[in-house]
Each structure stands twice: as C-alpha cells, then as structure tokens.
C-alpha cells in the first residue's frame, strides 16, 4: 500500500518595515507599507515557487497595537492559520 502525502510548502515573512523616521501614520493606512510588503510578496513568490502559503507573525513591535497589526495584516488577504495537523 502506498501513501499519497500532501505538502504545503510555507514561507514565513517576519520582518518587513521601514524604519520609524520613514513612517507618519498608522499602518492601515501607510501605503507605502502596504506596497512594501506585496513587493517582498512577489519576491519571494520568485524565489520560490512551489510554496503554497507566505505566514507571518500575529504581532510586530513596530505596530501601536495587536489589533493595528492584525488590521493591516488582514488588509494585505492574510487570515489565521488554523492547525493543519489533522
């Protein structure tokens, strides 16, 4: 009997921001941040192709707050990752 074993190749974005002089408002609303973070997206979607997820931290220091963090998050597309160990 043979087993048919499905992988999710994962690339994890854990930093990515512009340093706190280059920033003037909230992250939600920096659009600069946002086209920095798709940029690194398309990167590393070249870099490497067989990768079917990009995750990211829940929280980052340089945001005001979780929730400013998550909201800029969801504002890109990313969703909570539930436990795929089924």
Not at 33 to 47: D, H, R, S
Request: proline letters at 3%; hydrophobic letters at 40%.
């Amino acid at each position: 009997m043979h087993a048919l074993l499905r992988y999710n190749f994962s690339n994890v974005l854990w930093e990515c921001f512009f340093d706190a002089y280059c920033r003037s408002t909230s992250l939600t609303e920096d659009d600069n941040m946002k086209t920095l973070w798709q940029q690194v997206e398309i990167a590393l979607a070249g870099f490497f192709p067989d990768s079917t997820w990009i995750v990211t931290p829940f929280n980052d220091p340089i945001a005001k707050s979780i929730e400013e963090y998550q909201a800029f998050l969801r504002s890109l597309g990313y969703q909570k990752v539930r436990n795929q160990h089924t």
